[in-house]
């Protein structure tokens, strides 16, 4: 009696704990989600309005895969690594758990001092152009000076020749002593004044090499001067000479050397007028040069507060991400960098803001890789999609399609925890045998005249080039004892000019697991196919394997370089037809790849056919829900058993 109340109670017991059992392994499903950041996180559109943002979208693909989600979204415009900081170290205002935390800080602290109307304003290019029309000028006043200087010959001769004809004046009326003093006092001035002229240039060339504008300017505001006086004492002296030819006292040859001083006179005019003019552009493209060079110094202060910001959204990220640690020891965290906000700025403005927003990027990366916590990449994923993703010009807010791609990048992270999660489908570009394309991450290539696509990986650097061409007869020619079932294809990557060559045999691309995924149509009567690669160093075409799905005749491998790739059989020799009454033997059974790290295992029965691999698996999402079900079932059974076991042996008791 007392055993069958202890068999009873201890039942009971695991019956009430079976579906407690089965609850439980729900819980597995249910995920809290804390978003904080700037205006990003909170889902602010380029219209100014909020629509779900990224947060959303991420908790919609959750949903989606039956997880419960609970959102606790702390994301605040305007809100900079510092405000995000304070905000975490405020205990009251986060969730007392969570399993994903996602981070978005650190553009405002960078808007907040980047003087837009400045820098959109500034065009770098305008100090070169500037400084190439200067040395125009320069060399126009070269050519001046030169003539100048041969004027200047001429004129001492014919002076000199003027008064070795006229001999003594006291020997001449008064009005022609008085014209020729005045010529004299005139003449003396006008060399003073034409030797100040070429010192203060020799001053100029000076200053101007030692990028000394401020004294550049003084003293061509000097030369300008000098050369104004000049031009007044050439006109005083041309007068002075018409005075004298008015004269009847003077002979023939005086006349002609007069005439000759006049006409002399008249081109110095000219001569000294053209240079007055170069040395006013001068000084107009001087004082651009100097608007220029201090917008450019303040843009260079600008910039060096910037960084410095910069260096500080590091940190500030780091004492965040520290925080979340702390208080969720157990929770994934995600941190985004940004996308280039400002697409619309003129390529050489973007000259200075690309290099800054990469800065940043960097700061933020950095700070999370020192950490252990997931950096989220957002750049490339914008590249050439700005239109869309960014469709005002005036705000840097993305568009809903731009929140999808940034929730594409943050749930292709997540998706390597959580279990059924994965992106939205991929880009599908189609390129020509030949072309050569810049590839973005996610794109789905696909080769036109081929049955051939190529998955680019969410980590492939921004800038890289791919071209795709046939591979040459002469290297498909040693793929001996194999027959080629599909296209074989040349693949060829360029890195960024800014990056080491990747991509080639010897430089395998280092993506953090991501790995390009190459599939290849076939066409063969038997599955028995494979991807092979051509080694270069032997001279021969190497098996690679790959995943074969025998429905849509394709074979996929997941490869991390390139160079000649191709989909063979091998061949067989041929076999003598097999007639009803004597089958081929042909063994059901199991075939494995011997390769552990991307094993295909194929089943094979007169009814069904199952393939299986382990490459480019998600995490393993079984539970033990259904061992608790059978081990609650056997317990039931035996509960049963027992109550009918014992109400027989009552029974027989009575009987």
Same mark, same amino acid.
């Given at each position: ?21 089965? !609850? ?10 804390? $978003?904080?950041? %700037? ?36 994301? &605040? ?53 500037? /400084? ?28 000199? $020749? ?34 100040? &002229?070429?010192?203060?240039? +020799? ?44 004269? +009847? ?60 910001? /910069?260096?500080?959204? =590091? ?43 990469? =800065? ?23 590249? =050439? ?25 943050? /749930? ?23 072309? #050569? ?14 049955? &051939? ?5 969410? $980590? ?7 071209? &795709? ?40 691309? %280092?993506?953090?697991?991501?790995? !390009? ?17 051509? +080694? ?58 011997? +390769? ?6 194929? /089943? ?34 035996? =509960?049963? #058993? ?14």
């Amino acid at each position: 009696m007392k055993l069958r109340k202890t068999l009873i109670s201890l039942l009971t017991l695991l019956l009430m704990l079976v579906p407690y059992a089965v !609850f439980a392994q729900s819980s597995d499903k249910e995920i809290t989600y804390l $978003s904080i950041g %700037d205006s990003l996180a909170a889902g602010m559109l380029s219209d100014r309005s909020f629509g779900e943002g990224y947060v959303g979208k991420i908790t919609s693909q959750l949903e989606s895969l039956n997880y419960d989600v609970t959102v606790h979204p702390l994301g &605040v415009p305007g809100y900079t690594s510092e405000d995000v900081l304070q905000l975490v170290n405020n205990s009251d205002s986060l969730p007392n758990d969570a399993d994903i935390v996602t981070i978005t800080a650190g553009a405002n602290d960078l808007l907040s001092g980047l003087d837009l109307g400045k820098i959109s304003s500034f065009d770098p290019n305008a100090i070169t152009e500037v /400084i190439k029309e200067i040395n125009g000028i320069f060399s126009a006043v070269n050519k001046r000076s030169s003539e100048i200087s041969e004027s200047s010959t001429d004129i001492d001769q014919h002076v000199e $020749s003027l008064l070795t004809s006229l001999g003594p004046i006291e020997t001449y009326p008064p009005s022609i002593q008085e014209a020729m003093n005045e010529f004299q006092a005139n003449y003396d001035e006008l060399n003073n004044h034409m030797v100040n &002229v070429k010192n203060y240039g +020799d001053e100029v060339i000076n200053a101007y090499s030692s990028q000394d504008f401020e004294s550049v300017g003084e003293y061509i505001s000097l030369i300008k001067n000098e050369l104004k006086e000049a031009d007044t004492k050439v006109t005083n002296i041309i007068t002075v000479i018409d005075t004298l030819l008015a004269e +009847d006292m003077l002979d023939g040859e005086l006349v002609t050397i007069l005439q000759q001083m006049k006409n002399d006179f008249t081109g110095a005019t000219q001569i000294i007028q053209d240079f007055s003019s170069l040395i006013d552009e001068l000084i107009t493209l001087i004082e651009q040069l100097t608007t220029l060079l201090q917008e450019a110094n303040e843009i260079e202060h600008i910039f060096t507060d910037l960084a410095t910001k /910069i260096t500080t959204v =590091g940190q500030n990220i780091g004492k965040i991400i520290g925080i979340m640690q702390a208080r969720y020891p157990n929770a994934k965290i995600y941190v985004m960098g940004y996308y280039n906000a400002l697409p619309y700025l003129s390529p050489s403005t973007q000259e200075h803001t690309v290099p800054l927003i990469h =800065g940043l990027n960097s700061a933020i990366k950095t700070a999370a890789d020192a950490t252990g916590v997931t950096f989220v990449p957002t750049f490339g994923k914008f590249e =050439g999609n700005y239109e869309s993703y960014l469709p005002n010009p005036q705000d840097i807010h993305p568009s809903d399609a731009g929140y999808v791609a940034i929730a594409d990048a943050f /749930i292709a992270e997540i998706a390597k925890t959580f279990t059924g999660v994965s992106d939205s489908s991929p880009i599908e570009v189609e390129i020509n045998l030949g072309e #050569t394309i810049e590839v973005k991450p996610g794109q789905l290539i696909k080769i036109k005249g081929t049955n &051939v696509h190529l998955l680019i990986p969410n $980590s492939i650097e921004a800038g890289t080039k791919l071209k &795709v061409t046939a591979t040459d007869e002469a290297i498909v020619a040693k793929a001996t004892d194999l027959k080629a079932v599909g296209s074989v294809l040349h693949f060829e990557f360029k890195a960024p000019e800014f990056l080491p060559a990747l991509f080639s045999q010897e430089n395998a691309l %280092d993506t953090d697991e991501e790995l !390009f995924t190459l599939t290849f149509g076939y066409e063969h009567d038997s599955d028995d196919v494979a991807i092979y690669h051509f +080694d270069e160093d032997d001279e021969q075409w190497t098996e690679i394997g790959g995943e074969v799905n025998k429905e849509t005749k394709e074979v996929s491998v997941q490869i991390d370089h390139f160079s000649n790739y191709g989909v063979f059989a091998e061949v067989e020799e041929e076999e003598t037809p097999v007639t009803p009454e004597q089958p081929k033997e042909e063994d059901p059974g199991i075939e494995e790849d011997d +390769d552990d790290e991307d094993k295909v295992v194929t /089943i094979e029965d007169d009814k069904k056919e199952v393939t299986k691999t382990k490459a480019g698996t998600l995490p393993k999402t079984a539970t033990s829900i259904y061992n608790v079900i059978i081990i609650g079932s056997v317990l039931v059974i035996l =509960g049963i #058993t027992l109550f009918v076991m014992y109400r027989r042996k009552k029974l027989v008791g009575k009987m």
